[in-house]
């Protein structure tokens, strides 16, 4: 028997991962920049075990859907092929936040996952190693493989050995901070990678979409070096939005957002009118998430959980890569 437990972080991407050139690998059609959330952790324990005859999957401390299952398993699978072992596993992942509701959980979870799983089986991979792996679970993961301040380079080969993320910031680098809006901690309506295929396919929004992408991950990568905190708010608001637009425009249209999140969108618009620099980003899901810096943190969060439909607010700062437990 062997066994490790990692602890991950989740991110949020301030210019976002929406869109593959690649389903099977996860391979992104541009990069991506993000904060690695504190305290936004899974932490998963894999024991593979001689005696098991089948993974044992559980997940906030039940048996895992099926569909979750699945996608762990074959992750496994994954793993087991580079050590050439049959050998099966129990794990047992606990999220502290809500699990697919567009938090970024599959983020933290394949990433604690890649972790744990690697060093049960006393692989020692590099960061580089992990972050390919971890992507290939769910392509955000491999941002919190890197931490702090992350930038996922997309890659050109076919293979995907080249499409990983490094952290062009530690956690220390800046003191920035993000408060969630939570207005409906159910699952998603619709998974991020059916999203994704429907607006590349369908959108005739999609090629301008990519080509935003492109530009705003170079400029928020210079305004993240420079600290220019307006920039950077500028930059991420308009890339969700952008991001939403392209979605909003597929067939059928994917609305990803409730009135919450809408108004929620308008109060922070409004704050920043009143002279409090906060910006708005929203992923795959109805939660608002606004940036801003230490000292509007409160009023933030008093603007957030203000608005009706918001039921908690979450608080967060950049936290760093995984950790073994
Ligand atoms: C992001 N999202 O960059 C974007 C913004 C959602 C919107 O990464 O299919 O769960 O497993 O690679 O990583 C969510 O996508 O998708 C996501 P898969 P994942 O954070």
Not at 54 to 83: H, M, Y
Not at 165 to 170: D, L, N, V, Y
């Amino acid at each position: 028997m062997s066994s490790s437990t990692a602890r991950a972080l989740a991110n949020l991407a301030l210019v976002k991962y929406f869109g593959k050139r690649d389903v099977t690998l996860n391979l992104p059609a541009a990069g991506s920049l993000s904060l690695t959330l504190e305290p936004l952790s899974t932490t998963t324990a894999v024991t593979f075990d001689t005696s098991l005859e089948w993974d044992c999957i559980q997940l906030d401390g039940e048996d895992a859907p099926t569909g979750f299952a699945e996608r762990v398993i074959r992750f496994l699978d994954l793993v087991r092929t580079t050590v050439d072992t049959q050998c099966f596993a129990r794990v047992t992942t606990q999220n502290s936040f809500p699990t697919a509701a567009g938090l970024a959980s599959s983020a933290a979870g394949f990433a604690a996952l890649a972790v744990a799983a690697t060093t049960a089986l006393g692989q020692q991979l590099t960061p580089r190693q992990l972050s390919v792996l971890a992507r290939q679970g769910s392509g955000s993961a491999c941002r919190s493989i890197s931490g702090g301040i992350s930038v996922w380079q997309a890659g050109k080969r076919a293979d995907g050995e080249d499409s990983f993320a490094t952290a062009i910031a530690g956690p220390d680098w800046w003191d920035l901070r993000v408060v969630i809006g939570i207005t409906d901690a159910g699952p998603k309506s619709i998974g991020s990678t059916a999203a994704m295929e429907q607006t590349r396919r369908t959108s005739p929004f999609y090629g301008q979409w990519i080509e935003t992408v492109n530009r705003d991950l170079v400029a928020a990568g210079e305004a993240v070096k420079s600290k220019r905190f307006e920039q950077l708010g500028a930059i991420a608001e308009h890339n969700a939005l952008a991001m939403h637009a392209a979605a909003l425009a597929a067939r059928p249209a994917i609305v990803l957002w409730n009135g919450a999140t809408v108004e929620a969108l308008k109060r922070i618009q409004q704050l920043r009118a009143d002279g409090i620099p906060a910006y708005f980003t929203c992923d795959a899901g109805p939660q608002p998430k606004a940036l801003c810096l230490p000292a509007d943190e409160d009023d933030v969060a008093l603007t957030l959980a203000d608005v009706p439909g918001v039921q908690s607010t979450i608080r967060c700062r950049i936290g760093g890569a995984p950790t073994l437990v």
